[in-house]
């Protein structure tokens, strides 16, 4: 059975920081890319970053460059999303998912842990 498994989100304070684990089991992690995404209340789902388990290459939305980093842990099956200088907008739902390279498309999700950052 496939699982994505999100934790570490919470309440902190503008300028804050985070930790977002993504806890994953049931398909081959290094054939696959991990995404973080997030939906505020009202707002379409948005994608943050991604980590290549493939080639270690990342990818970051603009409004998180230099604040955010994704990294992986091959011997944990895990994929983590450090968020620095959070600001209120940064607040939402945040998901792991996980995109095969030959499907190119996220075809696994977690269940989401929420992000809230007071101003």
């Known amino acids: 059975e496939v699982q994505l498994v999100e934790s570490g989100g919470g309440l902190v304070h503008t300028g804050g920081s985070l930790r977002l684990s993504c806890a994953t089991s049931?398909?081959?992690?290094?054939?696959?890319?991990i995404g973080w995404f997030r939906q505020a209340p009202g707002k379409e789902r948005e994608g943050v970053s991604c980590?290549?388990?493939?080639?270690?290459?990342?990818y970051y939305e603009d409004s998180v460059k230099g604040r955010f980093t994704t990294s992986s842990d091959y011997a944990k099956n895990a994929v983590y999303l450090q968020m620095n200088s959070l600001k209120p907008e940064d607040t939402a739902v945040y998901y792991c998912?996980?995109?095969?390279?030959?499907?190119?498309?996220?075809?696994?999700w977690g269940q989401g842990t929420q992000v809230t950052v007071s101003s």
């Open positions: 998912a996980a995109r095969a390279h030959w499907t190119g498309q996220y075809d696994y």
């Open positions: 049931g398909f081959n992690f290094d054939d696959y890319a």
């Open positions: 980590f290549s388990n493939i080639d270690g290459s990342t």
